[in-house]
């Protein structure tokens, strides 16, 4: 552990792309509150509700701790031998492509950097894959047709510098929440135009000049449409396109295939013409224009295809390397970009190199082998299909839950129970994957391990450790090394610490480079440990001293000719749904408060708060052709799998079709996961999965009874037709509903069991209504309330908030006993729900604000506090001041 000096450690934080400073008391305990690094150029000291709570989540809770085998404790050195002797031996045996790792954005860039080295350097192999292969390799493979090379050309400053800022499929104000603050201070300052490309009325539109409901999978015919508008409109920069691009004339003229008219396109994408109109006059008389586009454009069968559109609007009108102008790629992870800055997709080699003379022979050069892998390996959906035809007999996943993840989760399970080997490294026990895994190697978490990451703008940062591991875990650079000494690979991996890993990679992005890959960091290759453990945040390119904030400012790029190329789309026909019996497009994505499968943010009663169950959106009117009722349950059908969803019938999204967040599991609920549903069709060109368009038809659920249950333990599963668990102040709370016949209301003994505070014996208070079909039990245990189980068949349930609450007290009086028991409980408390996370304002505190005169969100927010940090909840503070005008005028 590298314990900084100071009175504060810098480091930060391990979600989305944005890449906020965090700072840490030093020698702070588990759980202690953090705070926004003041000095990070990222943030200056502003973090959004996942950030703002990052200290609740790092407590010992659901942490593996020990290697474990086939769920029995075992040590280290077992573990490690057993597995370098499997995977050797299926190397031996079947050859190196039947083993394979899968690995991650949360990943740190020097733990990726070792496992890639493991995998393509000495097994041999490119069966390296990693969840980043969901969330951005289409921009990867965009970037590399357009620039030659894997380039974000632009930075942050130039959101802020831009006239006109296109956020196109990105929720931008949930998903890079402190970005999208960062644009909104700049509209402040200079009127930028925000204009938002969206099927979905999100949080983002909220700002926005101009929302453009797209309609789903129309990206790719609105660009091509718009690259020929620029054209028409005398848009194109003659003199950059002449000097540094090639291939204009193939792309318009692929293009004007396409847009014969504006009307059509409009017809076509679902759009009202005059807003296109609108949309098409401001980007072509806008020279600062930024372009930044995120999952709604990678997550699709033409992904790679949409993003190159995007860019050659840039290239043509040379809205490229210039001050508050670019395409720009926000990744969703942490360290994506410092994945691919290792070479953590299968199809590409560390360092920018690709799979071809000169990429292999210097990488074989600088690492001293003779058994680099041959070729591109398995891309992510390959890889489990693979799996599941018995030619992967050994994986490797580390730091993430493809169980969940995934598209077509049902076969990743049953790829992953075909494998004959399959390890998990993970900080976290008990995930939907561990269950597949024959070996659990305890990681080490954030906050307990030293490394970097690079955000979205190619800036690296430090994480920094602030804590010692627990147990037995171990940080994954040391696993893998581990491993690879066993596996016979001593001499190439003799890593003491993560500082010696870091020099390496910076010193092969330089390795017979000769300046014509842009990816060079060579400048950081002789940092002293102490220099590492002190590196301020820094842009790649750093050939030398200082960063590089824009790339292309010269007008070269990184191809052989040093020109960027326009690209032509193939075709822009989109496959859409089977009208008949799927009529319905499922679309799904990120809620505010949660992260990936709610390994972490799921411990936080905050964060669990705002969007207590999985909600699934959809229009009205398709709500009102299905029976299903706005806060009913409904459920959604594909062809690969279906899900249970509290609807929510809202009018922000589009008629036909429908969004589910991608954050519920098996873990914390009944059949609520995302990835089970989706339909496993990638880019061809990328392999990136289209998690957006997935044909899909929805249906009523009328539950038998419904109910939910509290308790200071956590909540094993109920066994009913749906249930969703979450965390709340003194223990859980999980919702539940009977959907048939055979699923029997539960009683309070069988789900509490033995309850904690039961020294003195349990206190049971008991209220049945067999004719209407309700119950109220609950548990007391030396006078405080241990669990409590409300059900009824059709009547009302109580707000939780009041319920929950009485977890806290530390006596239940007479009073509250007889409120419990009359079935009165909590009257005349408001079910209000937590609409600001990072200050704790609740809807109840927002209605009174505005009960006493706030009309808009920043009134509300003198009033309250609520909206002043992140600002992410604003759009909701709007909407409640919206229901009450409407109330008010009805
Ligand atoms: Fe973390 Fe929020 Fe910053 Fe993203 S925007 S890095 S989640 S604090």
């Not at 400073?21 to 003041?38: E, K, L, Y």
């Not at 970009?337 to 050069?365: I, S, T």
Request: glycine residues 10%; contains cysteine.
């Amino acid at each position: 552990m590298n314990m900084m000096k100071s009175a504060t450690v810098k480091t930060t934080c391990p979600y989305c792309g944005v890449g906020c400073g965090v700072a840490v008391p030093a020698a702070a305990p588990r759980n202690a509150r953090v705070s926004g690094d003041a000095a990070h150029p990222v943030n200056r000291g502003r973090l959004c509700s996942k950030g703002s709570m990052l200290g609740e989540t790092t407590g010992l809770e659901n942490r593996l701790l020990h290697p474990m085998k086939k769920g029995a404790r075992i040590g280290w050195d077992e573990a490690l031998d057993e597995v370098a002797a499997r995977f050797s031996s299926v190397v031996a045996t079947h050859g190196p492509d039947a083993v394979a790792f899968y690995v991650s954005g949360q990943l740190l860039t020097e733990d990726y950097y070792v496992a890639n080295k493991l995998m393509k350097g000495f097994i041999g192999s490119g069966n390296i894959d990693t969840n980043s292969r969901l969330c951005m390799s289409s921009a990867v493979a965009a970037h590399k047709r357009a620039f030659g090379e894997d380039l974000v050309p632009g930075s942050y400053e130039d959101f802020e510098e831009a006239d006109l800022v296109v956020l196109v499929g990105s929720n931008t104000a949930w998903c890079h929440p402190i970005l999208y603050q960062r644009l909104l201070a700049a509209r402040a300052k200079r009127g930028t135009r925000i204009v938002v490309i969206d099927p979905r009325r999100t949080a983002t539109c909220d700002e926005a000049d101009l929302h453009l409901p797209i309609a789903p999978g129309r990206d790719l015919r609105l660009f091509t449409a718009l690259l020929c508008e620029l054209a028409a409109r005398g848009a194109a920069d003659e003199g950059f396109i002449a000097r540094s691009t090639k291939g204009r004339e193939g792309a318009l003229a692929a293009a004007r295939r396409e847009h014969r008219s504006l009307e059509e396109t409009a017809e076509a994408c679902g759009l009202d013409p005059s807003a296109l109109e609108t949309f098409f006059s401001w980007f072509a008389e806008t020279e600062r224009t930024v372009t930044a586009f995120s999952q709604g454009i990678n997550q699709s069968q033409r992904g790679v295809d949409q993003v190159n559109t995007i860019i050659n609007c840039h290239l043509l009108t040379g809205r490229i390397g210039k001050p508050g102008a670019g395409p720009f790629s926000l990744t969703g992870q942490p360290n994506a970009m410092g994945g691919r800055e290792v070479g953590g997709l299968a199809n590409q080699l560390a360092a920018h190199l690709e799979f071809d003379e000169p990429g292999r022979g210097k990488l074989a050069r600088f690492w001293g082998t003779e058994n680099l892998a041959a070729g591109p390996g398995l891309k992510a959906v390959d890889l489990f299909d693979a799996m599941a035809e018995g030619r992967i007999k050994a994986l490797w996943i580390m730091a993430t839950n493809p169980v969940v993840s995934l598209p077509n989760a049902d076969f990743v399970r049953h790829a992953l129970k075909t494998c004959p080997f399959v390890v998990l490294s993970d900080c976290v026990a008990g995930t939907d994957t561990a269950a597949f895994a024959d070996m659990v190697l305890p990681a080490a978490a954030w906050g307990e391990k030293d490394g970097t990451v690079t955000n979205s703008e190619r800036r690296i940062s430090r994480q920094r450790a602030f804590m010692a591991p627990p147990g037995e875990a171990q940080p994954d650079w040391r696993i893998v090394s581990e491993v690879a000494r066993r596996m016979g690979f001593a001499d190439a991996f003799t890593y003491r610490n993560p500082a010696e890993i870091f020099r390496e990679h910076a010193a092969l992005s330089g390795f017979e480079n000769g300046g014509e890959r842009f990816f060079d960091i060579s400048g950081l290759s002789g940092l002293s440990d102490a220099a590492y453990d002190a590196l301020e945040p820094v842009r790649w390119p750093m050939r030398g001293a200082g960063g590089t904030p824009r790339l292309f400012s010269d007008g070269v790029f990184a191809t052989p000719s040093g020109r960027a190329r326009f690209v032509a789309p193939a075709s822009t026909v989109e496959r859409l749904a089977n009208e008949s019996a799927f009529p319905l497009t499922l679309n799904s994505g990120r809620l505010r408060d949660q992260w990936h499968t709610m390994t972490r943010t799921g411990l936080s009663p905050v964060l669990g708060a705002n969007a207590p169950e999985p909600v699934a959106e959809m229009h009205e009117e398709d709500a009102r052709a299905a029976g299903i009722a706005d806060g009913g349950l409904m459920r959604v059908v594909t062809e690969y799998g279906s899900g249970i969803f509290r609807a929510s019938v809202t009018q922000a999204q589009q008629r036909g079709s429908l969004f589910v967040p991608i954050h519920w599991s098996d873990v914390n609920s009944a059949m609520s996961s995302a990835g089970r549903m989706v339909h496993p069709e990638v880019d061809p060109i990328s392999g990136q999965p289209a998690f957006k368009h997935t044909p899909a038809r929805a249906e009523a659920v009328m539950p038998l009874w419904r109910g939910f249950f509290l308790s200071r333990q956590e909540i094993a599963p109920p066994g009913c037709g749906y249930w969703a668990s979450r965390r709340v102040d003194g223990g859980w709370i999980c919702e539940m509903a009977g959907l048939s016949e055979g699923e029997a209301p539960p009683e309070l003994d069988l789900l509490a069991g033995e309850s904690a505070g039961a020294a003195g014996g349990y206190e049971e208070l008991e209220m049945r209504d067999g004719h209407a079909g309700a119950l109220r039990q609950a548990r007391l245990g030396n006078g405080r309330l241990t669990d409590c189980l409300i059900l009824t068949r059709g009547g009302k349930l109580p707000p939780r908030d009041w319920l929950a609450s009485l977890l806290l007290a530390d006596e239940i009086d007479e009073t509250t006993r007889r409120v419990f028991l009359s079935g009165r409980a909590g009257e005349g408390a408001a079910d209000s729900r937590l609409v600001c996370a990072c200050m704790g304002v609740r809807s109840d505190a927002i209605l009174a604000a505005i009960a006493k005169g706030a009309c808009n969100a920043a009134s509300v927010g003198v009033q309250t506090g609520a909206g002043t940090n992140c600002g992410s909840c604003r759009s909701e503070i709007r909407s409640l001041i919206e229901r009450v005008e409407t109330e008010e005028a009805a």
